[in-house]
Nanobody, 120 residues
Framework: QVQLVESGGGLVQAGGSLRLSCAAS????????MGWYRQAPGKQRELVAT???????NYAESVRGRFTISRDNAKNTVYLQMNSLKPEDTAVYYC??????????????WGQGTQVTVSS
């Protein structure tokens, strides 16, 4: 019914930048909060940043000042601009969205993940 598709991951040197995108599609009535999470090998998934429908943002302390989350409500798309990347940012990045479907069911949906690798 609903799909989240991420893009933009890859390999970058420390200090470089990447921009992740995540587009939600399907039987969407409305999209509430959207966010990015990441999971490094051997570690638990952690929050990176979230953004409300109105544009209020929240960041993990480890990325504040380096990463910027934004969204395009007309396109049901959320972005993550990542600057000054560090090797410790290496992880699989997942997007998530709180979505109400046209059938008026509300759930958190997740993308398949995109790999970000930062070399030193």
């Amino acid at each position: 019914q609903v799909q989240l598709v991420e893009s933009g991951g890859g390999l970058v040197q420390a200090g470089g930048s990447l921009r992740l995108s995540c587009a939600a599609s399907g039987s969407i009535f409305s999209t509430n909060a959207m966010g990015w999470y990441r999971q490094a090998p051997g570690k638990q998934r952690e929050l990176v940043a979230t953004i409300s429908k109105g544009g209020s943002t929240n960041y993990a302390e480890s990325v504040r000042g380096r990463f910027t989350i934004s969204r395009d409500n007309a396109k049901n798309t959320v972005y993550l601009q990542m600057n000054s990347l560090k090797p410790e940012d290496t992880a699989v990045y997942y997007c998530s969205a709180d979505i109400v479907t046209v059938f008026l069911s509300r759930n958190d949906y997740w993308g398949q993940g995109t790999q970000v690798t930062v070399s030193s």
